[in-house]
T-cell receptor, first 115, second 117 residues
């Protein structure tokens, strides 16, 4: 299994809603990432988890709350979002340690629309 | 901090032609990785080719090859015998070698490559 699976593929939410994006991988990777991508722009790093601990937070607003319950799962909890948060949210994973090659494996993304 | 620059927002070539996408980067790191990722309209980011900075030999993957010039901080991608399926956004990306940990990719702005039939 060489896939990173993201659910849901599409999400529409109001500014007062609470929702979550989910990401799962079974490749044994111990690093997982959230990226935000606006149309026709490169992905922007949001969070990095290494060995289930948050190692990088790129000054992301607190309305985005990441969670890594175990080595295979990564969640992004969303609350009180703004319309400008509408974007494609990409999850990725990578091997670490001696197996690390630097390569990130990406999911297909969750397309979020905030009304 | 690292920066990655792709100076060609869009390129268009005929099928079967060879095309070269440019990328330059700036870093004070000595040990790092460079990548080219492809993002088709279906949106999943796929690795095209990877280069480790300590390796002088240019990486190749079938029709894809790079010209890595470490001193010049240049990392261009050459696609030979281009195919319709090569149509996509191509992102050049940098990652510093974090010694077993994890670090994020820094992406360039991308080049939209269109292969014409």
């Amino acid at each position: 299994d060489t896939e990173v699976t993201q659910t849901p593929k599409h999400l529409v939410m109001g500014m007062t809603n609470k929702k979550s994006l989910k990401c799962e991988q079974h490749m044994g990777h111990r690093a997982m990432y959230w990226y935000k991508q606006k149309a026709k722009k490169p992905p922007e790093l949001m969070f990095v988890y290494s060995y289930e601990k948050l190692s990088i937070n790129e000054s992301v607003p607190s309305r985005f709350s990441p969670e890594c319950p175990n080595s295979s799962l990564l969640n992004l909890h969303l609350h009180a979002l703004q319309p400008e948060d509408s974007a494609l949210y990409l999850c990725a994973s990578s091997p670490t340690g001696l197996a690390g090659t630097g390569e990130l494996f990406f999911g297909e993304g969750s397309r979020l629309t905030v009304l | 901090a690292q920066t990655v620059t792709q100076s060609q927002p869009e390129m268009s070539v005929q099928e079967a032609e060879t095309v070269t996408l440019s990328c330059t980067y700036d870093t004070s790191e000595n040990n790092y990785y460079l990548f080219w990722y492809k993002q088709p309209p279906s949106r999943q980011m796929i690795l095209v080719i990877r280069q480790e900075a300590y390796k002088q030999q240019n990486a190749t993957e079938n029709r894809f090859s790079v010209n890595f010039q470490k001193a010049a901080k240049s990392f261009s991608l050459k696609i030979s015998d281009s195919q319709l399926g090569d149509t996509a956004m191509y992102f050049c990306a940098f990652m510093k070698h974090s010694g077993g940990g994890a670090d994020g990719l820094t992406f360039g702005k991308g080049t939209h490559l269109i292969i014409q039939p």
